[in-house]
């Protein structure tokens, strides 16, 4: 079983700022994963060419079950509103996505809700620079997926760049998960380093230690593979862990092999 964890950057390359779906297809084939969360997600963006990247790389790896759950309506760092019900789905949406090559018996979404305040965060290029910014929504997807091993609870989220504030958020995810069938596996950009996720779920790491961020030269892991120690035993032990270089991104994706 693989397991892999990326935040896309909606797609983009750090090489030529741009969008092209056979990188994103490419970068996702490589990975070979049997589930796969992703994180900011672009669904009919401008700034991506208008593609469905959740699609787009469930057909880069053969998934058959798939979905994209939007936490924002229009484009984020310019102009969005949060979104609230099927009647957004009609304009540019942002999000995440998790895609399983297994049967999915059941989905669940649980809103994260946005830190109240705006908070400094460093950006890249040349308009950026340490900018007050005001968070987003999140989300948590989690899905029952009918394994070869038996049923069993993964979920993908992208936690917040406010400190404290992503500490709620992922005790909030926790409580959510315990309401579904172990084992279970918790996913995604968390932004915040292995020893706090720790210490704040009793989660255990499947990958620690495996900087994921800047994609050029990682120097810390924003992104996680967790389990639930209560019920873990059927998971089978790592043999392998990832990060391997692709053309987009400036997050590395993070690629667990579990032997059972």
Do not use: C
Not at 31 to 43: C, F, S, T, Y
Not at 48 to 63: F, P, Q
Not at 134 to 144: F, N, Q, S, T
Not at 211 to 217: D, E, I, M, Q, V
Request: aromatic share 4%; no cysteine.
């Amino acid at each position: 079983m693989r397991l892999a964890t990326f935040n896309l950057l909606h797609g983009r390359s750090l090489s030529d700022g741009n969008v092209h779906a056979d990188r994103v297809a490419a970068a996702v084939a490589d990975l070979d994963a049997d589930i796969l969360g992703l994180q900011e997600v672009d669904r009919a963006q401008p700034r991506s060419g208008h593609l469905d990247l959740t699609a787009i790389a469930a057909d880069a790896l053969g998934a058959p079950a798939h979905r994209f759950a939007a936490a924002v309506v229009g484009t984020p760092g310019e102009t969005w509103h949060p979104w609230k019900s099927e009647a957004d789905n009609d304009h540019p949406l942002y999000g995440i996505a998790l895609i399983s090559r297994w049967p999915v018996l059941r989905w669940q979404i649980t809103q994260l809700p946005a830190a109240p305040i705006r908070s400094p965060v460093w950006v890249p290029g040349p308009d950026g620079g340490l900018l007050l910014l005001k968070d987003e929504p999140r989300i948590l997807i989690a899905a029952v997926i009918d394994a070869p091993t038996g049923p069993m609870t993964v979920a993908n989220t992208h936690l917040s760049f406010v400190p404290g504030w992503n500490v709620r958020q992922l005790r909030h995810a926790v409580r959510a998960l315990r309401t579904l069938p172990a084992p279970r596996i918790l996913m995604g950009d968390l932004n915040m380093p292995s020893g706090p996720v720790r210490a704040f779920t009793g989660w255990r790491s499947l990958a620690r230690g495996h900087a994921t961020y800047p994609s050029p030269a990682p120097k810390a892991q924003l992104d996680h593979i967790l389990t639930d120690p209560r019920g873990a035993g059927t998971l089978g032990r790592v043999v392998q862990v990832r990060t391997p270089a692709v053309a987009v991104s400036d997050h590395r994706p993070l690629v667990v092999h579990l032997d059972g």
